[in-house]
């Protein structure tokens, strides 16, 4: 029983160590959107669903193209939908963006992030 009980946790703290690891975000080099206004952003492809603020000024906002996909999860239908994009852009105070990240890398955000 010990013995099973000793297999048991070791598992347990694998388990938990694959899930735990922060992944490090990819930061767009080039983008139409750097440096324009997030109003652009969001009326190219629909508004943001999160707003974050930093403790420096700037704000994040996290925008993500599956809100299809997210009905089709609902209905059981998710079977081929495709790919989708969320990214992250950090804003200064004045509403610029300054950064974008990569939440979910895809080949669908290429044609977002242009």
């Known amino acids: 029983m010990r013995k099973r009980s000793l297999v048991l946790s070791i598992l347990v ?3 938990s ?7 490090t975000p990819y930061t767009v080099g080039k983008s139409l959107y750097l440096n324009r ?5 969001e009326l190219d492809n629909g508004y943001c669903y999160r707003r974050v ?5 700037h704000t994040l906002n996290y925008w993500r193209s599956d809100t299809g996909r997210l009905i089709a999860v609902a ?3 998710d079977d081929n939908y495709p790919d989708y994009c969320e990214v992250a852009l950090e804003t200064d105070g004045k509403g610029i ?3 974008i ?3 979910e890398e895809s080949v669908a ?3 977002v992030l242009k």
């Open 109 to 111: 955000c290429i044609g």
């Open 53 to 57: 603020p930093l403790k420096n000024g």
């Open 13 to 15: 703290l694998i388990l």
């Open 75 to 77: 209905m059981g239908r």
């Open 97 to 99: 963006v300054r950064r």
């Open 17 to 23: 160590a694959c899930g735990s690891a922060p992944s």
């Open 101 to 103: 990240y990569m939440v």
């Open 37 to 41: 206004k997030l109003t652009k952003f």
